[in-house]
């Protein structure tokens, strides 16, 4: 089987995150940075799948910085081989979709495995415009999946249940939590993965179709103070009415 | 300041984590400075005996209150003063809180208690110490200068470096100019990682008397600590072990090298240099493996260790170690590594997963535990290591140990179901002790003595020390009204 997973690099989402100095970008200066966890069931979906049926597990990515550290992530999970697309500047979902269709078209491959979104601009775009741009089909949300031969039949999670469908390769998955328990990394493989290859495709240009034309943190909600109801407790609350609040 | 009368809202402020519990009058919650010694020296007037209260994580009952009151540092969460590896922090300050004010501006507090919830007063109270300790040493070597009230509400400030005992007779002066001149204890503290009553030593610097002591004869208001850059890259792993015996000398080979190794120049390392070293035994493992299915079946026991290096020697650290793990178990292959922040962060809730749930056993299905935190000198750890397998292989009863294996410092603890296991269970716990000390090691290695180890102390140190340490306590507190019940039997004073 000849399986690609495309995976995105996203700031941990334990990091404090700050806008540019622009206005439309992340301030990346001291973020570190993640494999996107939705792309963890992904790759763990495709690896298994090789496991099974034999194959190659190739791991994609586009990305304005340098990416191979999450790259070298996917390979040592079981990823055979990767490649990085460096766009010129942040690229927009379209001109990912682009690039990956751009660059896969030929290769055969069975299935193309994503995250259901990746967890920094959440546009939940790019699985379905690489299906349309591949002319193969798509299914999203997948938390379930069977590959019989050319028959896949995966399961959705919908409001209130679960829809399942059937359809055939080529088809492009995006994987959503709980499909699987992505393996940990371990030692030896962490090894290995130092000398598999990482091939850089040059980017292609196509006009981004969004522009983003501001980006902002939410507004701090002010920190409440929780207070019980014993005669201290309700002096404190008097008190803080009275000089913090200043409102009686 | 809050002041909280009420039985209920007191409630919160009468129990640690050891399940022990007590009682108080009132509690007072000061926010500044100037609130913590009015409420000290209100008190001292009126003779009311003083519990000083921290995130009462504590597992030794020392915050858990004899009547009076507790007065609790809670508010009390000034981070001042940050620069050339310093930081000054107000008592209430938790580690979580400091560690997410210093990682943004790239440094760190090595040595890495457990419980992140803590506050930095209370650690300096019980010396506490972490995993970070094997290559750091203890939260005591990190503590640069602290500002302390004793109980009639003089002020002390110490800097470390500045003032020394002279042999072992110490003389201070408060900032109100009054004078202590003090004899110290003379006694030999074991050589190993120490919570055990006063620090004493020839020619000691005078701050080491402070910390450790428990809340019996300063109030700790405020902390001056020494920070370190974060390192450039940090390894992490888990090795699983299907043979007992192996992992003892895997632990000695990697232990002994790192001791040398972490001497030396970061940039300059390019094999094994440990600053962690943790165990996991088998009921360890059993515990954790529910939320963790990544521990290979056959592991009956776990190492963790993490290693700071220089990005570009990445590729032979990891391969020496992998070259050493290999010469020691069969399940080399099975090793959970971590690079990135995320992935140590997963790790680190794993060492963390086993406390707590050691915690909820207890809590949740109301059991007694009986829990060692006793530590060797490293050449006697095989001995210890050997007889704990010996006692605890056949023991009818449920129990895990982990803990501090680099320091040759484990953590056994043993749940009982019913008072015939408990007292079985403190049959165990003497024979523990008592082997311990036959190999020259402590009761206590970082938790302290509390309420709970009282006894312990004495068989360690003998009569004569504890009396002395004793004299140390009336000298500061004449009145008595310090952590009453904490460290000293209230009786035998
Ligand atoms: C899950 C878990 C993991 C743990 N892991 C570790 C570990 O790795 N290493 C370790 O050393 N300990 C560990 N402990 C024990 C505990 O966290 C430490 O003893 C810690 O230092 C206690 O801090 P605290 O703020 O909770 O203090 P408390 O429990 O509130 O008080 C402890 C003692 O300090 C005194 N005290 C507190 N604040 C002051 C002050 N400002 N002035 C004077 N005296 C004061 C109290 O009176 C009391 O005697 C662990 C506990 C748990 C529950």
């Given at each position: 089987m000849n399986l690609l997973v495309c995976v995105s690099r996203v700031p941990d989402t334990a990091t404090k995150i700050f806008v540019g100095p622009d206005g439309?970008?992340?301030?990346?200066?001291?973020v570190k940075y993640i494999l996107n966890p939705y792309d963890e069931f992904a790759l763990e979906e495709a690896i298994r799948l090789k496991e099974k049926n034999g194959g190659e597990v190739t791991a994609l990515t586009v990305s304005a910085d340098d990416a191979t550290d999450i790259l070298r992530n996917a390979l040592a999970m079981g990823a055979d081989s990767a490649i990085f697309i460096k766009a010129p500047?942040?690229?927009d979902s379209y001109q990912v979709a682009h690039n990956i269709a751009n660059s896969v078209?030929?290769?055969?491959?069975?299935l193309i495995f994503f995250g259901?979104?990746?967890?920094?601009?959440?546009?939940?775009?790019?699985p379905s415009m690489v299906a349309e741009l591949l002319n193969i089909p798509s299914v999203s949300v997948v938390s379930k999946l069977e590959v019989n031969g050319s028959k896949v039949i995966a399961e959705r999670d919908i409001e209130g249940g679960k829809e399942t469908v059937e359809l055939s390769t080529p088809c492009a998955i995006s994987a959503q939590k709980g499909l699987n328990e992505p393996r940990y990394p371990k030692l030896p493989d962490i090894m290995k993965a130092k000398k598999k290859p990482i091939e850089e495709v040059a980017f292609f240009q196509v006009d981004a179709a969004v522009e983003v034309i501001s980006i902002a943190l939410p507004v701090n909600k002010r920190v409440g103070k929780i207070l019980g109801d014993s005669d201290s407790d309700i002096n404190e609350i008097v008190r803080s009415l009275h000089e913090d609040a200043k409102v009686i | 300041m809050i002041i909280k009368t009420e039985t209920d809202t007191i409630h919160p402020y009468?129990?640690?984590?050891?399940n022990m519990h007590g009682n108080a009058d009132i509690v007072y919650i000061p926010e500044d400075f100037d609130e913590l010694r009015q409420a000290i020296k209100s008190c001292f007037d009126q003779n009311i005996p003083m519990t000083f209260s921290g995130?009462?994580?504590?597992?030794?009952?020392?915050?858990?209150?004899?009547g009076g009151a507790v007065i609790s540092t809670?508010?009390?969460?000034g981070i001042s003063v940050f620069g050339n590896g310093k930081v000054t922090v107000q008592a209430g300050v938790t580690l979580n809180e400091l560690d997410d004010f210093l990682r943004p501006q790239g440094y760190f507090l090595a040595p890495?208690?457990?419980?992140?919830?803590?506050?930095i007063g209370g650690n300096v109270a019980t010396n506490a110490s972490g995993s970070r300790t094997f290559k750091y040493g203890a939260i005591r070597e990190h503590i640069l200068g602290l500002k302390l009230i004793l109980p009639d509400g003089e002020i002390i400030s110490l800097n470390r470096g500045e003032i020394f005992a002279d042999s072992y007779k110490l003389s201070l002066s408060s900032e109100s100019g009054k004078k202590y001149e003090l004899q110290l204890p003379v006694y030999k503290m074991p050589a190993t990682k120490n919570a055990t009553g006063y620090f004493a030593h020839?020619?000691?610097?005078?701050?080491d008397l402070f910390i450790g002591n428990e809340g019996t004869i300063a109030a700790i208001a405020e902390i001056t600590l020494k920070v370190l850059p974060l390192p450039e890259s940090i390894i992490g792993g888990i090795v699983f072990f299907d043979d007992a015996d192996k992992l003892l000398d895997f632990v000695i080979e990697i232990r002994d090298m790192s001791l040398i190794n972490n001497k030396s120049n970061p940039e300059s390392v390019k094999t094994i240099s440990a600053r962690l070293i943790e165990y996991f035994d088998n009921p360890s493992l059993n515990l954790l493996r529910p939320k963790f299915?990544?521990?290979?079946?056959?592991?009956?026991a776990g190492i963790w260790f993490e290693q700071e290096y220089s990005t570009p020697n990445e590729d032979e650290i990891m391969g020496e170690w992998y070259a050493m793990i290999q010469n020691y178990t069969?399940?080399?292959?099975d090793t959970w590594i971590a690079l990135s922040d995320k992935e140590h962060k997963e790790m680190a809730e794993f060492r963390h997963e086993l406390p707590l749930q050691v915690y909820e056993n207890l809590t949740e299905n109301s059991q007694k535990k009986v829990g060692l935190d006793t530590a060797v000198p490293i050449e006697h750890f095989p001995e210890l290591f050997r007889f704990y397998s010996e006692v605890?292989?056949?023991?009818p009863l449920q129990y895990v140990i982990f803990g501090h294996i680099g320091n040759s410092h484990l953590h056994a603890n043993i749940f009982c179901q019913n008072d015939e296991e408990y007292a079985l269970a403190l049959q165990i716990y003497d024979r523990c002790i008592d082997k311990t000390l036959a190999l020259s090691?402590?009761?206590?290695?970082?938790?302290?003595?509390?309420?709970?180890?009282k006894k312990y102390l004495r068989k360690m140190y003998g009569d004569k020390t504890v009396d002395d340490m004793i004299e140390i306590k009336k000298y500061f507190d004449p009145k008595l009204l310090?952590?009453?019940?904490?460290?000293?039997?209230i009786n035998k004073i």
């Open positions: 439309k970008t992340i301030d990346s200066k001291g500047a942040e690229p078209k030929d290769k055969n491959f069975d259901r979104q990746s967890v920094d601009f959440d546009s939940f775009q790019i | 009468t129990f640690d984590s050891s995130a009462g994580t504590g597992i030794t009952g020392s915050r858990v209150p004899n809670e508010l009390m969460k890495n208690p457990t419980e992140m919830n803590s506050f020839e020619n000691m610097d005078a701050i299915p990544q521990i290979p079946e056959k592991a009956i069969g399940l080399s292959d605890f292989g056949n023991l090691g402590t009761v206590s290695a970082e938790h302290g003595i509390g309420k709970l180890k310090f952590g009453i019940g904490t460290m000293f039997d």
